[in-house]
Structures are given as structure tokens and as C-alpha cells.
């Protein structure tokens, strides 16, 4: 008989958002009349725009005429997107790529969880805490994780994030080969300045590591001095493999587009001593094991970039962000302690009294019908702490603030 990746039955059944719905489906059984507000959603819920929408009709009408229509497109994704993208995200940072250094895909998510691929299993990893699961699980998938106990991993370093650093993960004192950065932050939403991240571009630099840098939250940052891309910071392009994601920035998440950046200079040894460029193993991989996004999503993607497709997308962005200001504000004045929400849709509360975040999650659930989604589920060092997002209506987002203030009082 065939035998089963065994990596795979390390990982833990209970799916944390699977969880949640099974405790809000209970709650609204037995509580009919309770009108649900879930700030625990970490989907967009804001329609496309209309720069995105006329792109996407169009790209429709070429598929549907002869001498328009495109069937496979190339690996790496079509030349107007990864022009666009050069011009729009990089150039004005200051950042020269080539345009063979960026990777089209269907999303960050893919590709944050394959790039293992092409580095060896027994790599060493950090990853900050909590975390975004699908860095920890996708190195689990092929066991360079390691095993699992009490829900951290043998082989990974946990790097902890929390109000007593700052949000501001230590950097480790003993060698990692691989580590997974993600800012600003999914789930704490908070942000490290250039400086703080030039600390980690130094660190790899000198280990010969290589960082993963997820910017899937960059078009939200508001402050000047934090930076957008992590090529931003000196010498960050000989370390540094970048995702982005066209999913929060202009509500992508059911159209399905994003791309990674993997610089001519990041390169990895061989157990001989050879470097060997990642760029083209990348390359290669996906060659193999990916046909590209669909024409439709990259002419949609294309679209954010006119001068439309940046003005409507920012206006959804900022609809976002009034939602983040506003609940910062209110529960910052209840007197809860709030930690991101400035430069990204999260934030990140401290429980009262050091309650478990499960518990937390519970008490509001009953208490108001507000549902969070409790911190441990992304990592140990999320333990006390649960996120709400700022992805819903502004009117939920205003009755729930009225509802935990009245709660709390
Ligand atoms: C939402 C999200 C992504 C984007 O995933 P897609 O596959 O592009 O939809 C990537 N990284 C983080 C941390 C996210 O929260």
C-alpha cells in the first residue's frame, strides 16, 4: 500500500477559523434574536471598484473574440503587469527591479507556502509570534518543522512578539537559515520602522539567512518611516524574497492575484559550496508546478494602478482605516490596552485581567454577540491577546463598540 506523507498528521486537525464558526453557530442557536457582529473576519467585504470591473469586462470581451483570445500565458506573468507593478510599487521607493526578478501568482498565500520548495528540508527556521499559520504549517508539510509539542514546534525558533518588546520580536542569538517576516503584521497589526528592520537585514546578511518578507498589508501603512517594501533597507536584496498580494489591497481575495519578488542576487549554497540563485530555481519550479494566473486577474490587477483604479482603491483602503481608527479610539477608551490598527486593518487587544484568549472570546461572544478571534490560534505568544479586523461595515464596527462599552460599564 501506498504510505502517507506522515508530516502531514503532525499538524493539528482543529482549523482555528473552523473553531470559531462552530462556537458562533452554537451561540446563535440558542441566542435567535441577537444580531451577530463578527469583527473576527479576516476576509475584504467591500466590493471590487469600478477601475477593476471595466479592466475585467474588457479582458472578458478579448477572451471572447479570435484574434484577442490568450490561452496560456507566461510563467512568470505578462509583461504589462510586471511592468505596472515595477513602475508603481518600486520605482517611486527608489527600488530597481528587473522585471524578470517578480513572479506573478494567484495570491501570497501560494507562494509564502511553496517557496520552501526550493530550499533544503533541514534549514533551520524563525518565525515571530504569533504568526500567520500558513509559514509554520507549510514547513510542518515536509517535516521541517520538526514535531509538535504543546503547540510549538521542535524546529522552529519562535521569535515573541508582544507589548513587553514592543512588538518588536527579538532577533535570535544563534543561527536560523530561513526567516518569515510579516509586516505590517497580520494578526498584531503592528509595524517595525526602517531601523528596526535593518537589523534583520543585517542579521541575515551576516548568517547567510534568507528572509521571507510578507507585505500583503503594505498599501495600508499610513505613517511615513515605516517601510513598504523590505528593499527599502540596504543590501536587503541579496537576502530578501517579498510577497505581495492584490487581496486587501483591492479586495482580491475571490479574484485571486498577487506576485513575489525573488532578486537575481538571493542566492543559496549547495552542501558544496556553491551559491546557486534562487531566482531561477524559482523559476523552474513554477515552470513545473503552476500555469499562471488568469488574464482576466492580471489585466484586473493591471487596473489598480491607473490613476482611477489608485484613487478608488484608496478609498476603499481608507474606509478600512476610519474603521480601525474608530474602534482603536473607543476601546482605547474603555480602557482596554490596543495595540496596532494605525498602519493596518488589525488590531490587538490585550485581555482584561490576563484572561485566556479563548475565555475572552467566549465572554464577548455571550456577553455582547461580538465575535473576535482569540490570539492563541496564531501562536503561543498570542496567548492573552485577541484580533479584531476593521474589513466590516462601519455601522457593525460602531454598534460593537456601543455594545462592549456598555458591557464593560
Ligand atoms: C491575507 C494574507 C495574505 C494574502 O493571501 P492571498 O493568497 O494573496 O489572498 C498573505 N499573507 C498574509 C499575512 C495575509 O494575512
Known sequence: MALVNEYFLRLSSNYLF????KKVNAYKVSHPKVKVISLGIGDVTRPLVPAVTEAMHKAVEEMACKDTFRGYGPERGYDFLREAIIKNDFLPRGIKLDASEIFVN????????NIGDIVRWDNSVGITDPVYPVYVDSNAMIGRAGTCTDGKWSNITYMPANAENGFCPKIPDHRVDMIYLCYPNNPTGTVLTKEQLKRWVDYALKNDAIIFYDAAYEAFIREDDIPHSIYEIRGAKKCAIEFH?????????GIRCGYTVIPKDVKAMTLDGNKVELNHLWERRQCTKFNGTSYISQRAAEATYTPEGKAQTKAVIDYYMENARLMHDALTEMGFEVYGGKNAPYLWVRT????????FFEEMLYGVGVVCTPGVGFGPAGEGYVRLTAFGEREDCQEAMRRIKEWKV
Do not use: E, Q, R, V
Not at 106 to 113: I, M, Q, V
Not at 245 to 253: D, E, L, Q, V
Open 106 to 113: 494567484d495570491g501570497a498565500k501560494s507562494d509564502t507556502g
Open 245 to 253: 498580494s492584490y487581496s486587501k489591497t483591492a479586495g482580491f481575495t
Open 18 to 21: 473552523a473553531d470559531i464558526a
Open 352 to 359: 482584561p485581567h490576563g484572561a485566556p484568549s479563548w475565555k
